[in-house]
């Protein structure tokens, strides 16, 4: 059962959300901010609207990958469109090659990643279409979820019909500097998005809900920690490392092995510490956002690709959605 712990200093007024749907096969940790009274109202004291949601990919993925996803969802009532794209278009992306930016570390995302940007937008005038200019839903999945941030600050015309942010296993926060063997891999598309888009919010009139998973606990390449290197992990970025194993088995936090070493190098590049839970990819510390309503799973895989919904559940799984699915249906 979900436990909800607040983030930061909230200021004294009541907050109300709604309540995680549980499960016997996973478990989950949430920690919310607090919203003003005027916006608690009870679900039943009025009609239950769906939003359309808009699936934005991820790294590598393409619009087939979520397929079953967004059956999923549509058996909850939620329509979806996904944005177009393919896996070959992500090799748009080299044109940052060019740029010395890239090269500095200072890489924006525009001129770079107008075509996905481009793609967001056609989808979200797809689902425009679908709600009758009414409020929308966008699912960010990784790379999807930090884009999705950046579609927001840059096609303004769109925020007033975003109601939700979700963002499934999404890199959200940019790598620390000057730690040895971290190496930023959007070469500054972080730390563009950290300074230039707007803070996580949890209002009325948008809310941001950040998910996290617990699959594998990375460990380092070699040694013990090295006090110079290591990263504490706060309170507002993580819930404590003591994890419930699911039913499935899938949750993996046993010793130092080459695979743990090699998932937690790729930590490492994420968020500066090898020895950290997270999905496989995305440390769990990374995927999640002050200001938001962040919430972990344990259990849960980063991809579609390679995952199993019995054995590697990833985030757009059946038992997985129904976890989290309501945030789409208030």
Request: hydrophobic fraction near 35%.
């Amino acid at each position: 059962m979900a436990t909800l712990s607040p983030s930061f200093k909230p200021p004294q007024l009541p907050l109300q959300l709604p309540s995680p749907l549980t499960s016997r096969r996973f478990s989950c940790s949430c920690s919310a901010v607090a919203q003003p009274e005027s916006s608690s109202t009870s679900l039943s004291s009025s009609p239950v609207t769906y939003r359309p949601a808009i699936i934005l990919p991820g790294l590598g993925n393409n619009t087939g990958d979520y397929q079953n996803f967004a059956l999923t969802l549509q058996g909850y009532g939620v329509s979806s469109v996904v944005a177009k794209v393919s896996r070959i278009d992500w090799l748009r992306n080299a044109a940052g090659l060019v740029d010395p930016n890239y090269w500095r570390g200072t890489l924006q995302p525009r001129p770079v990643l107008d075509w996905y940007l481009n793609r967001v937008d056609e989808a979200v005038n797809e689902a425009l279409k679908q709600s009758q200019g009414g409020s929308l839903s966008i699912i960010g999945h990784s790379a999807g979820g930090w884009l999705a941030r950046v579609y927001m600050e840059e096609f303004t015309d769109a925020n007033k019909n975003i109601s939700l942010l979700l963002t499934l296993g999404s890199p959200l926060q940019p790598p620390p500097k000057g730690l040895p063997g971290v190496v930023d891999q959007t070469r500054g598309l972080l730390d563009y998005v950290e300074k230039n888009c707007r803070k996580a919010v949890y209002t009325p009139e948008l809310r941001y809900v950040c998910i996290a998973g617990r699959y594998i606990k990375g460990s380092r390449f070699v040694g013990n920690a090295d006090p110079a290197t290591t990263i504490p992990v706060t309170t507002e970025q993580s819930v404590p490392d003591a994890a419930v194993t699911s039913e499935s088995g899938t949750l993996i936090s046993t010793g130092a092995t080459f695979r743990t070493r090699f998932v937690g190098q790729g930590y490492k590049q994420v968020c500066g510490q090898a020895d950290v839970w997270g999905d496989g990819v995305v440390p769990e510390v990374s995927a999640h956002l002050e200001g938001a309503l962040n919430i972990s799973f344990d259990g849960v895989y980063h991809s579609p690709v390679g995952s199993d919904d019995e054995s590697r559940p990833w985030y757009g799984s059946p038992a997985i959605v129904e976890q989290w699915v309501h945030h789409l249906l208030n």
